[in-house]
């Protein structure tokens, strides 16, 4: 076990490195493989990105809610991190979801935190109507099969449909129609 921390360290150093500093105080990273950036590969969410959203509605056997979601650049503009608060009656609900692009996969990545200390996964090939992210989620209560399909109908609007799967079958759990203030 030893041996592989080591080598990991030596990985880790010989990687930082490669990335020398030049005379000016900038970092010069070794190049890489052509192909299109993370930024380019999450161009079908960048509607999302600025201002603040909002929606409004009725969730069954529960009551009414609103929630209030933003969408920024992070990390160089590689990521798009969403926050969001639901309010239903009341209960808060608090999570944060990162956007990525998976290269490898040639997949958009999404990782959502919640503060119930849930943490989900999920992926979407990009589209040009809606994308729909496919995963788990695992929670304390265990892990659920999760699918949530995000549909823009205009700049300042969109639709996100949360379902999760029973029986083999998606079954809707909310859907939002969100529109930016």
Known sequence: MLRFWCALLLLTLSAWAQQA????GMVVRPTQAAGPSSHDSLKPLEYLVGGTWVAEGEYPQMG???AERTYHWVLNQNFIEQSNVIKLGDIQIEVRRIFGWD??????????FGDDGGVATAEAAPAESEDVFEG?????SGVTPVRFTLKKLADNEFTEVTETKKDGTWKPLMTFHFTRK
């Not at 500093?21 to 000016?24: E, K, T």
């Not at 290269?103 to 959502?112: D, F, L, M, R």
């Open 21 to 24: 500093a030049a005379p000016n």
């Open 64 to 66: 009414h809610y609103s």
């Open 103 to 112: 290269s490898q996969k040639n997949k958009i990545v999404a990782w959502g």
């Open 136 to 140: 788990t989620r695992n929670s304390s």
